[in-house]
């Protein structure tokens, strides 16, 4: 059986793309945060270019606010302050 080092890396096909870092709840974190569905701002980074809601394992959150990030987003999207889907350049069609 064959075992790989560092330098394998490189001439299999290069260096990780993807590094990893210490995910901690903003909102567990700083008390004075609050999810509410009027603040575009905060609710825009925790949405793709797409328009999709971010998974936990990529933002961070707990379960418990997560849950309340996905209804707060779900309200802005309702009344207009979020769209649903990504923006569509004339270049799409």
Known sequence: MEQFDGNDRQQRGGE???FSRP???QFCADKNLKIDYKQTDL???L???EG???PRRQTGTCALHQRALATAIKRARLIALLPFSGGHSD???
């Open 16 to 18: 990780r793309r993807y």
């Open 23 to 25: 995910k901690f709840c």
């Open 43 to 45: 609710l825009r980074r």
């Open 47 to 49: 949405v793709t270019e």
């Open 52 to 54: 999709k809601i971010r």
């Open 91 to 93: 270049e799409d069609r």
